[in-house]
């Protein structure tokens, strides 16, 4: 609220705007822009950014949700309805592993041997399945279902991505509830044998859980209590995903920018302000001088923070 207000005060109106708080960001946007081809900003800044190129070509930094819980919490059941109400594009670790076995290539062998012994897989072989498949789907919001498994996943996936995730969901099961629900899988899977699901617990306990707690203390974690029907879990995740501070905002082609006159040092006003550099524009459409001081900094302050005018 306080920023919108410095937003505002820093904003000077075309004299044609009549811009009010019910028009939308598109329309407003259209006053900041006169030319009818909007200038791409993000897309420029990120050529001058050290952003540029780290994300593997993607246009826009997607929303990452990882869903953790132990072996049968639920999670895929989840996933599917969160992709389905939210627009998500759900990516299965697991699921990424199978079809990598069914595909016959060498490393679904060594995937096999591994997923039936209840262990993890290499993080290479799952990071690399999942880069590709974010590549492919090109989705603004991704669900990573069942990852990252261990803290050697966790750091493969910051190196290889170069991302960390935006929220942690993790849903909260106790043991006999998901030895039960696994045993009544049916799915033909071959970790669903009682030997095998109890050391997938143990990893679990001992190498899943480090994890998470290393997320809480990011303040990335939402606990959900997966006990309950399917559909009473699914409130509390409903309830989640509509309170996402960032998420309905992901991957859209907005561009928030600040406007400001040329000369009255807007950049800087913002950078002392956030403490951050901040991407802003001149009345002309020009990247101003204060501009050039920012890209500069090869910064820019993080989608969340900036103020849509
Ligand atoms: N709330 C629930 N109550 C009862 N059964 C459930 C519930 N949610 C899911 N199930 C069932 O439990 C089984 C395991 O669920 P699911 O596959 O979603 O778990 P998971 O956490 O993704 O497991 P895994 O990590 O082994 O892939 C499935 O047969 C599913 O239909
Ligand atoms: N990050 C991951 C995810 C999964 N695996 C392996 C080991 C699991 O027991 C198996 C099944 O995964 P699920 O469907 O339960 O998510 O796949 C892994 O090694 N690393």
Redo the contacts with the bound molecule.
Sequence with gaps: MWRRRLGALLLRSPPSSSSTAASSCQHRRRHLLPSEEPLAVNRLARLFTSQAGSDGGNSQKPFIAFVLGG?GSG??TQCTKIASDFGFAHL????L?RHEIASGSEKGELILD??KE????PSEI?VELIRKAMETSNANKVLI?????CEE?RIAFERIVGREPDVVVFFDCPEDEMVKRLLGRNQGRV?DNIETIKK?LKVFESLNIPVIDYYSSRGKVRKINATGTADEIFDAVHKLFSSLRNLHSAGSDEDTIFQGIPGVCLAIICYLFFLKPVLTLCRLNLLCSNCIYTLCLHEIIPRETHITL
């Design positions: 072996p999670k895929g299965s670790a697991g699921d592993l591994t997923i209840g262990r993890i897989v799952t279902d069942g990852f990252p498994r996943n970790d997938r």
